[in-house]
């Protein structure tokens, strides 16, 4: 490149890498959008006469050939709260829990701004949902698409996010009268994380990566999902909707086909457990792996890019 100084490369790097981000924030918002639409859809389509998601993908011949019309594949009222979210951090109103906390991680991604997360995760988790299981699942997906901006490796999620409970416990403790009712709930949520780390042997190094049953198919999946849930239904609950996301996620690496097959087609909250693992799959991969057809019609398709990037605008702006 005639002309360019070796002082401007590292310029030239930094505009490539915040270009690269940019459009990864994007993405996030897209794929949590599309991962909803798939969950919800597959929902409809199990409760209804007219077969299952997986019925209808084999007649058109898979994901590639699918296309997310609003009119057929609406999003539910996950992808709405998250986007009500995602404006309330970029003009001033808004709420949300596990399934619209995500935002809430990348408007707040540096480490610095931990304890501005850990304060708004919890409140926006408490507005529609004042119990510890459904606030800390809020704090859980805000601290796992903080992860994913910031590039940690994703086999460390579920130990950091464990790491960061106390902070959250010790904010409560501050602004919630009635907290000592809580407590037994509140050991609830990191009893079952700490039970699930164990069982895909997560420890503390990160180089060991997760380990799965040799056995693991959609059946052995649905029963897990439901031994995961405190309900009988996988992803019903703040601790077992970003639980299955991020088995899908360490499973899947950056095939999204799997990650569909395993987040948003199951007979669980498929839409709650989509609309986690999409978003955060944007966040890591951005689009290449998504076939266009999923995301180029998608119900509210401009103002969720709008969103992811303003999100990132503000998240980098600040001091």
């Known amino acids: 490149m005639t002309g360019v100084r070796l002082t401007d490369w590292g310029w030239l790097g930094r505009t490539k890498a915040a270009k690269k981000m940019v459009e990864k924030f994007k993405a996030a918002m897209l794929l949590g959008g599309v991962g909803d639409a798939l969950g919800y859809g597959n929902v409809r389509r199990e409760n209804s006469s007219f077969g299952s998601i997986q019925e209808e993908l084999q007649k058109i011949g898979g994901l590639d050939h699918l296309v997310l019309s609003p009119e057929k594949w609406p999003v539910s009222d996950n992808t709405v709260m998250h986007m009500a979210t995602a404006e309330a951090l970029t003009t001033?109103?808004?709420?949300?829990?596990?399934?619209?906390?995500?935002?809430?991680?990348?408007?707040?991604?540096?480490?610095?701004?931990?304890?501005?997360?850990?304060?708004?995760?919890?409140?926006?988790?408490?507005?529609?949902?004042n119990h510890p299981t459904g606030f800390l699942g809020s704090l859980c997906t805000a601290l796992f698409a903080s992860y994913a901006a910031q590039?940690?490796?994703?086999?460390?999620?579920?130990?950091?996010?464990?790491?960061?409970?106390?902070?959250?416990?010790?904010y409560c403790k501050k602004t919630i009268r009635h907290m000592a009712e809580y407590q037994e709930h509140w050991f609830y949520f990191e009893a079952k994380w700490q039970f699930y780390l164990e069982e895909r042997k997560i420890s503390e190094d990160e180089e060991h990566q997760a380990t799965f049953p040799e056995n693991y198919d959609a059946e052995e999946r649905e029963k897990t999902y439901k031994k995961w849930s405190s309900e009988g239904r996988g992803g019903r609950r703040g601790h077992d909707a970003p639980m299955i996301a991020y088995d899908a996620l360490l499973a899947a690496g950056s095939s999204w086909a799997e990650l569909c097959r395993r987040a948003m087609f199951h007979r669980g909250e498929s839409g709650a457990t989509g609309t986690i693992a999409g978003c955060l799959f944007g966040l890591l991969h951005g689009l290449d792996a998504v076939p266009r057809g999923l995301y180029q019609h998608l119900e509210h398709q401009g103002r969720l890019e709008d969103l992811g990037s303003a999100l990132h605008r503000l998240s980098t702006q600040e001091k």
């Open 92 to 129: 001033g109103s808004g709420f949300g829990a596990a399934t619209k906390a995500m935002c809430i991680g990348m408007r707040y991604w540096k480490p610095e701004r931990l304890q501005t997360l850990v304060e708004v995760s919890i409140e926006c988790g408490r507005m529609t949902h």
């Open 151 to 170: 590039g940690k490796p994703l086999v460390r999620w579920g130990r950091d996010m464990l790491r960061a409970v106390p902070l959250a416990e010790e």
